[in-house]
T-cell receptor
Framework: DVKVTQSSRYLVKRTGEKVFLECVQDMDHENMFWYRQDPGLGLRLIYF???????EKGDIPEGYSVSREKKERFSLILESASTNQTSMYLC????????????FGQGTRLTVV | AQSVTQPDIHITVSEGASLELRCNYSYGATPYLFWYVQSPGQGLQLLLK??????LVQGIKGFEAEFKRSQSSFNLRKPSVHWSDAAEYFC?????????????FGTGTQLKVEL
């Protein structure tokens, strides 16, 4: 089975802290994604990566950055956490090309106080 | 730009009743379409997907969906709902050209099942 693992289920951070959310996949997928999920808004794409060291902005990249130094790992970075970044963060991965589906991690519930 | 509309925020059905969750999409070409389910506190699980071919697709847990190009719809159905189906359901669209398989999600439909 494909496994996408997010390092933390729950995180509580203070305003202004630098926050790292880690995601690892074990299926040699080319694509990896970070989504943010908020009630009534569904999932919104923050960033995605289609190869090592490659990244593209999604729909809501402001306040976030990403890092992909190895194919299996994709990190989301909040440079200076703010309370409006309190949310559920979901990582996903998929093979490159067409006709593929995305597999999701369990999510990280981040609270910024 | 692609978009997805799920017009029903909440739906309540009785156990054993049939279910239909609505999904309308906006995309300039043939899309890839997906339905995902999310149980409380969990990630998303793929129920079914449409890429091409037969417009009626079967998924896991007894779900099916029908792609109707003329209506830009991809509604999810189940003939008899079980209490364990209570969850949030998301419809999503991805570009046919691949586009890195970037999914655009609807806002979700929360399903409640009454016993």
């Amino acid at each position: 089975d494909v496994k996408v693992t997010q390092s933390s289920r729950y995180l509580v951070k203070r305003t202004g802290e630098k926050v790292f959310l880690e995601c690892v996949q074990d299926m040699d997928h080319e694509n990896m994604f970070w989504y943010r999920q908020d009630p009534g808004l569904g999932l919104r794409l923050i960033y995605f990566s289609y190869d090592v060291k490659m990244k593209e902005k999604g729909d809501i990249p402001e306040g976030y950055s990403v890092s992909r130094e190895k194919k299996e790992r994709f990190s989301l970075i909040l440079e200076s956490a703010s309370t409006n970044q309190t949310s559920m963060y979901l990582c996903a991965s998929s093979h490159g090309g067409a006709n593929t589906e995305a597999f999701f991690g369990q999510g990280t519930r981040l609270t910024v106080v | 730009a692609q978009s997805v509309t799920q017009p029903d925020i909440h739906i309540t059905v009785s156990e054993g009743a049939s279910l239909e969750l609505r999904c309308n999409y906006s995309y300039g070409a043939t899309p890839y379409l997906f339905w995902y389910v999310q149980s409380p506190g969990q990630g998303l699980q793929l129920l079914l997907k449409y890429f091409s071919g037969d417009t009626l697709v079967q998924g896991i847990k007894g779900f099916e969906a029908e792609f109707k190009r003329s209506q830009s719809s991809f509604n999810l159905r189940k003939p008899s709902v079980h209490w364990s189906d209570a969850a949030e359901y998301f419809c999503a669209v991805a570009p046919f050209t691949g586009g890195g398989n970037k999914l655009t999600f609807g806002t979700g439909t929360q399903l409640k099942v009454e016993l």
